[in-house]
């Protein structure tokens, strides 16, 4: 079973849908032990960095993320990957899990780019000594951000908005998240999610 864990943060529903789409069961949940006893787990966001953390911790699931995400199949989404690394700049400066190295920063502004970074753009898949996991080598995925993960060692998908190029996929260990929506973009989403269950 696939636990989407629900902190108030995400429109969770286009999420399940997705998943049933494949025939994946899952569930929509806050409660810390069935997440724990799920098969895989799902962090999906949108919003604000300092509301979600502030979620998280009312609802005791800080530590309950810092124990699955290393532990098990797990996939962040969106903001539910920006809080997986150590700060973001958003809301003047937030802690988030530590999960991943790294500061989220803002789009810098840049002519002809409108922030937040929405609608459609090219992943690229970057190689790590050979092992590119379950992402396409390249195609296209729904974005709606105002900030980015720079490219880091754990970096498997890039793209580039506003000059800059930044981690639109990543990947440690069993821990795996992406800026996009893959339940938002078509027959790409639907395999990226196919391909994290095989994985």
Not at 100 to 128: Q, Y
Not at 178 to 187: I, L, N, R, T, V
Request: proline letters at 6%.
């Amino acid at each position: 079973m696939i636990a989407i864990i629900d902190y108030k943060a995400g429109n969770l529903t286009s999420v399940k849908y997705a998943f049933d789409a494949l025939g994946a069961e899952s569930r929509i949940t806050s409660d810390p032990a069935e997440i724990e006893t799920s098969d895989r787990v799902v962090f999906p966001g949108v919003g604000a960095a300092k509301s979600a953390m502030e979620n998280l911790a009312a609802l005791e699931l800080v530590d309950v993320v810092r124990r699955v995400a290393p532990a098990k199949p797990f996939l962040g989404i969106c903001l539910g990957m920006q809080i997986l690394f150590e700060r973001t700049e958003e809301d003047g400066g937030v802690d988030c899990l530590g999960l991943l190295p790294g500061v989220v920063r803002r789009f810098p502004p840049a002519p002809g780019c409108k922030i937040p970074h929405m609608g459609w753009n090219s992943v690229k898949r970057v190689a790590k000594d050979g092992e590119c996991g379950f992402m396409p080598a390249a195609d296209y995925f729904y974005f709606v951000h105002s900030y980015y993960a720079p490219v880091c060692e754990f970096t498997v998908g890039v793209t580039e908005f506003a000059g800059v190029e930044f981690s639109s996929a990543v990947r440690r260990g069993s821990t795996t998240a992406a800026q996009f929506h893959p339940e938002k973009s078509g027959a790409a989403g639907l395999a990226f999610l196919k391909g994290w269950l095989s994985c």
